[in-house]
Nanobody, 115 residues
């Protein structure tokens, strides 16, 4: 059974930082493209960042320079370091695994930015 379990969400003040983690199980992790997506209330789910098995990364323009995606393949982990959080960053953040026909989602973790 494939599971993606996110952690690290929470409440942070504007300008603060959070680090999200995602632990994958039930898959051979290393070849998967791992990604983080987010969905705010009333909005469509949007791509935040992806990282390939070879650690090539893509980051959405809206978070470029503030968010960094990384992975630790031996530990089946992918991370999202979020710095300089803004009032328009709050959302449920989802971990995603993608390899050809196989696509999996985590349950999401809430990020709230408020003073």
């Amino acid at each position: 059974q494939v599971q993606l379990v996110e952690s690290g969400g929470g409440l942070v003040q504007p300008g603060g930082s959070l680090r999200l983690s995602c632990l994958a199980s039930g898959i051979v992790f290393s070849p998967y493209v791992m990604g983080w997506y987010r969905q705010a209330p009333g909005k469509q789910r949007e791509l935040v960042a992806t990282i390939t098995g070879g650690s090539n990364t893509h980051v959405a323009d809206s978070v470029k320079g503030r968010f960094t995606i990384s992975r630790d393949s031996p530990k089946n982990m992918v991370y999202l370091q979020m710095n300089s959080l803004k009032p328009d960053d709050p959302a449920v953040y989802y971990c995603h695994a993608d390899l050809d026909q196989a696509k999996y989602w985590g349950q999401g973790t809430q990020v709230t930015v408020s003073s």
